[in-house]
């Protein structure tokens, strides 16, 4: 694989993740953008504590992550929505295989 394909495969994957600060050690970890919605708790990965993630909270890492989020997921949003326009938009035309001759309509001279 090159490097070219590397990085368009980890920005596709990076694209749709955000940052996420603890509030307890400060360690910066990321998790996907559609998950981070009210109610949503998650684990810390260096000191175990739990995050509830709530639009409301008092934490300014949790109201930063939550905006991030928000905003990253109006942008796939409108990306899949351009992406599907285009493909509306895009004339259909056939790609199977064209017609051919049956196998049974063949002349055999060897009976």
């Keep these: 694989m ?38 949503y708790s998650r684990q810390c990965p260096s000191c175990e504590i739990v995050l509830f993630f709530d639009e409301d909270s008092h934490d300014a890492n949790i109201k930063r992550a939550m905006r991030t989020a928000r905003r990253v997921r109006k942008e796939l949003r409108e990306s899949e929505g351009a992406s599907t326009r285009k493909a509306t938009a895009a004339p259909r035309r056939y790609g199977g295989r064209s017609a051919s001759r049956s196998r049974g309509t063949e002349d055999d001279g060897d009976d």
Excluded: H, P, W
């Excluded at 920005?11 to 009210?38: G, P, W, Y």
């Design 2 to 39: 090159s490097a070219r394909a590397v990085r368009r495969y980890f920005r596709a994957v990076m694209e749709d993740s955000v940052q996420i600060r603890c509030t307890r050690c400060k360690n910066v970890f990321r998790d996907r953008a559609r998950r981070l919605q009210n109610g």
